[in-house]
C-alpha cells in the first residue's frame, strides 16, 4: 500500500545507473518514479565497453536482447609502442557466464536509448524529464523530493520511501547529504573524438593503447559505425585551441587516419578522477554510480560499476520494499559494492601506468602473468569472473575458495524445457548440489533458514546421467558447474539472487550472518 506515498522509490537521474536502478526495482515490483534533468541523452559516447558480468543483469532485467542491438564483441587489447613493439596483450577468452563474448564495444547513447524504451513496458516506472531536483529532506517515514520543472518553472513535492541519488558526479543529492567525496582529478585534460568510419584498416577491431610517456592515445572501435580516440593534450594546450573540426584534424592525421578512413562526428575534454564518497547510505537515500564513487577510464568500470549498484540497490530494495528480506539487508549495500570498486580503480590506475609508460616491471607482471601460490585457473585481472570480497557471505574469500564467486551460467534442461541456467532456475536464492540433493546435506536448522528466504533445493546431473522423476533436477549440458565446484572441493553451494555464491558445505552451508562494517582498502590515486 502507498498510503500518503507517491511511489516507493525515487530515482534521481535516468543515466545508466538511474536506469538499471529503475528497471530493476519495477521488475521486483515496486512503484519508481525518476527525475531527469534532461530529456534528449547526453550526446557524448563517454563509456565504450561492457562485459558479460553486466550483460547477465541485462539478462536478468529481460533487456540484453534489446541491448545487444547496440553492442559489438570485443576483439582484444594491446599496448603497442609507436614503433609498433606489443608492451601487453589480453586476450578475451570466452565467456563463462552465458553471454557469446567477454567483452562487447558500444556507443552508449544507443544503448540507453533501448534501456529507456524497456523502461516504457512498466506501468509502475514514471519517468518525469526536465527535473531539477532542488532538495531531498528525509524523516522517519519517507522522503520528500521537491523538484522544479526546468520548462513551466513548476515546484513539486514527491514523497517516497526511498530515494536513490545517481545524478553523476556532482551529484545534488550527494551535496543535500553533505556528503565528502575526497580523491584527486588528474590535471591533464583528454581530448575524446569520436568519428564516423568509411572504410576498414587494418586490426581496426584491436583496443589499442598506444603507450608512450609523453603522447599516450586510446584507440578503440565503438558500435554504431563508429571509432574513437582519446588523447592528452600538451601543456600549455587547452580546449580552446581545439574549438572546430579543422583544428583536430591534425591530431588524427598525425596518427595515420585522414578523409578516406573517417569523418569527424564529435569531440568533447575530460579529466580523469579517482575519488570515493565518504559513505554511499545516509538513512533513506542511496548513492549511486558517479554520485559515489569515480575511477579513470583504462578498466571500462565506470559506467559499468553504477550500473552494477543500481541492480545491486534495485534487488535488494525491491524485495525489502515486498517483505522477502529483512532490511539489514540495505546495510550490506556499500559494503559489498565499494570493495569491487576500489579493485577495478586500483586495475585502471596500473593499466594507465602502463598506457604512459611509468609501469613497473611488477605492474606489469601483476596485470598479464599468474602470481605465485594461485591455484585456480588464472586470468588477467581485467578478464577475471565477478566476483565480491565482502558482505552477506559465509566462509573465506580466498583464491582456493568459491564464495563470492559468479557460478558460471551453462545451457540446462529441466523436466520443462531447456534454456540458461538463470531462465531455468528463476532470480531466487537457490542452493545446488552436484549429482547431490541439498536436502540430504542441510541439517533441520540450516534448511529452516533456506525456508525462510524462499530457497530452491536444485541437484546438477551431468548431461550422461538420468534425472529423478518428480525432483528438482537439472542437467548441465555444458559440463560448467560440476568441474567448477570440483575444483574448490564442494559438493553443495548455496547462490543469491544475483547469482554470487554466498555459501558452501566445506564451510558451513548456514545462512550468512550480516556484516557489520565495510572492509578498508587501499584505494590508488596515482
Known sequence: MLKNFDADIAVI??????????????????????????????????????????????????????????????????????DRKEVM?????????????????????????????????????????????????????????????????ERTATRVRYVIGADGANSTVRQHLNIAMPGEIVPTRWIVIDCYTKRWWPDRDFLTFWTDKKHPVVDIMLSANKHRWEIPLEPGETEADYTTNEQVWPLLKALG????????????????????????????????????????????????????????????????????????????????????CVHYTNI??????????????EEIAEMSQPQPGQVTPWEPPLNAPAQLWSGWFRGPFKDASIIGRMVPQPMVCDAEAMGQLDDRIGDGF??????????????????????????RYVTVRARDAYTVTGADEIVDLDGAIPPWMRRYGVKVIAVRPDKFVAAADVSGLAVPDFPTEVPNLHVRLS
Not at 585502471?348 to 616491471?361: D, E, M, S
Open 89 to 153: 596483450r589480453v586476450e578475451h577468452p570466452p565467456s563463462t557466464l552465458g553471454a557469446d563474448a567477454r567483452f562487447y564495444n558500444m556507443y552508449q547513447p544507443a544503448m540507453e536509448a533501448a534501456l529507456r524504451e524497456c523502461g516504457e513496458g512498466y506501468d509502475k516506472l514514471t519517468v518525469h524529464y526536465n527535473k531539477f531536483v532542488e532538495k531531498v529532506e528525509q524523516d522517519a517515514d519517507g522522503v520528500t523530493v521537491t523538484a522544479l520543472d526546468t520548462q513551466t518553472g
Open 257 to 340: 587516419h585522414d578523409e578516406n578512413d573517417i569523418e569527424i562526428h564529435q569531440f568533447a575534454f575530460y579529466q580523469h578522477p579517482v575519488r570515493y564518497a565518504e559513505r554511499w547510505r545516509e538513512g533513506r537515500v542511496f548513492l549511486a554510480g558517479d554520485a559515489c564513487h569515480n575511477t579513470h577510464p583504462w578498466a571500462g568500470s565506470g559506467m559499468q560499476n553504477g550500473m552494477r549498484d543500481g541492480y545491486d540497490l534495485g534487488w535488494k530494495l525491491g524485495r525489502v520494499l515486498a517483505g522477502k528480506l529483512a532490511p539489514a539487508w540495505l546495510d550490506t549495500y556499500e559494503i559489498e559494492r565499494r570493495p569491487v
Open 348 to 361: 585502471a590506475v596500473t593499466l594507465g601506468h602502463v598506457i604512459k609508460q611509468i609501469a613497473t616491471p
Open 13 to 82: 537521474g535516468y543515466g545508466p545507473t538511474g536506469l538499471i536502478s529503475a528497471l530493476t526495482l519495477a521488475k521486483e515490483g515496486a512503484s519508481v518514479i525518476a527525475f531527469e534533468h534532461h530529456k534528449s541523452i547526453y550526446p557524448r559516447a563517454r563509456a565504450v565497453t561492457v562485459n558479460d558480468w553486466t550483460m547477465r543483469i541485462f539478462q536478468t532485467l529481460g533487456v540484453a536482447g534489446a541491448a545487444k542491438k547496440s553492442l559489438e564483441p570485443q576483439r582484444a587489447l594491446r599496448w603497442l609502442t609507436y
Open 430 to 455: 537457490v542452493l545446488m548440489g552436484d549429482n547431490v540433493n541439498p536436502l540430504d546435506v542441510l541439517t533441520a536448522g540450516e534448511k529452516k533458514g533456506w525456508d525462510a528466504l524462499g530457497a
